[in-house]
């Protein structure tokens, strides 16, 4: 340990989680020191109330002067393949040959399926485009719009809210629903504007893109198991400034 500097030792500083997934927990961990980048963070976790620890990868070293903006010196890293809505304990642990081995726990849960069912739902039944643009023109909380399969010409725009318990639901009959929007070059296939709409079991195609959840702000929406083609930007947008977004499978 001769000639080892304090700038040497590896310091954490505080550790930060990033926002969950349903099977995934990102975690930061600050430092100071290790001028000399010796040191490694080492990773454990488990279900909280469970007495054994499950190893997970390594954190990796984050290289601040690599990138244009403005980084922290810090480890990162993440957990994988857990379960939706589940709390658990992750242990980092310093490794520094030049002294300390701080060992921090944190608690974290990932993000629960979101419900796919309203509590109070009220069905509206869809065959025709027409009856489609009315279906969403007239949506309001717990509303399930249910779309035969056929093809639909929009493109198509909805603005109303539901709520966490009884989310306004879009439901196609699988990939043979189709909304179509016509090859506009400067629309959305389907515009959403609005919190706690879901869109599942269809497929969108021919337009700018092909799902945009467009209010400011908004939350909780979910788009599940889409089929998208024939777009010019991202199938599925919303604004960065949403929470609790969930698209997936």
Same mark, same amino acid.
Request: with cysteine; hydrophobic share 40%.
């Given at each position: 340990?001769?000639?080892?500097?304090?700038?040497?030792?590896?310091?954490?500083?505080?550790?930060?989680?990033?926002?969950?997934?349903?099977?995934?927990?990102?975690?930061?961990?600050?430092?100071?020191?290790?001028?000399?980048?010796?040191?490694?963070?080492?990773?454990?976790?488990?279900?909280?109330?469970?007495?054994?620890?499950?190893?997970?990868?390594?954190?990796?070293?984050?290289?601040?002067?690599?990138?244009?903006?403005?980084?922290?010196?810090?480890?990162?890293?993440?957990?994988?393949?857990?379960?939706?809505?589940?709390?658990?304990?992750?242990?980092?642990?310093?490794?520094?040959?030049?002294?300390?081995?701080?060992?921090? +726990?944190?608690?974290? @849960?990932? !993000?629960?399926?979101? $419900?796919?069912?309203?509590?109070?739902?009220?069905?509206? %039944?869809? =065959?025709?485009?027409?009856?489609?643009?009315?279906?969403?023109?007239?949506?309001?909380?717990?509303?399930?719009?249910?779309?035969?399969?056929?093809?639909?010409?929009?493109?198509?725009?909805?603005n109303?809210?539901?709520?966490?318990?009884?989310?306004?639901?879009?439901?196609?009959?699988?990939?043979?629903?189709?909304?179509?929007?016509?090859?506009?070059?400067?629309?959305?296939?389907?515009?959403?504007?609005?919190?706690?709409?879901? +869109?599942?079991?269809l @497929?969108? !195609?021919?337009?700018? $893109?092909?799902?945009?959840?467009?209010?400011?702000?908004? %939350?909780? =929406?979910?788009?599940?198991r889409?089929?998208?083609?024939?777009?010019?930007?991202?199938?599925?947008?919303?604004?960065?400034?949403?929470?609790?977004?969930?698209?997936?499978?």
């Amino acid at each position: 340990m001769d000639g080892v500097g304090a700038d040497d030792r590896l310091e954490i500083l505080e550790v930060r989680l990033d926002r969950p997934t349903l099977h995934n927990l990102g975690v930061q961990v600050l430092i100071d020191g290790d001028d000399d980048r010796d040191a490694h963070v080492s990773l454990r976790y488990r279900q909280q109330e469970e007495v054994d620890w499950q190893p997970g990868p390594p954190l990796l070293r984050v290289w601040p002067e690599t990138v244009w903006i403005d980084v922290l010196q810090q480890f990162s890293g993440s957990v994988f393949d857990l379960e939706p809505g589940t709390a658990y304990e992750i242990e980092l642990k310093a490794h520094d040959p030049d002294g300390g081995g701080e060992r921090r +726990v944190v608690a974290a @849960t990932t !993000r629960p399926i979101p $419900r796919s069912e309203p509590k109070i739902p009220q069905l509206v %039944e869809v =065959n025709t485009s027409s009856q489609l643009h009315l279906a969403l023109g007239a949506a309001v909380l717990g509303h399930v719009i249910h779309i035969r399969s056929g093809i639909y010409d929009g493109p198509f725009a909805m603005n109303a809210h539901g709520t966490a318990d009884n989310p306004i639901v879009i439901r196609g009959h699988g990939a043979e629903t189709i909304l179509d929007g016509g090859d506009c070059s400067s629309c959305d296939v389907l515009d959403l504007q609005g919190s706690w709409i879901h +869109v599942e079991d269809l @497929t969108v !195609r021919s337009a700018m $893109r092909g799902l945009r959840f467009a209010t400011v702000d908004a %939350e909780g =929406n979910v788009a599940r198991r889409l089929h998208v083609f024939d777009v010019v930007h991202a199938s599925a947008k919303t604004w960065n400034s949403a929470t609790s977004i969930c698209v997936t499978m």
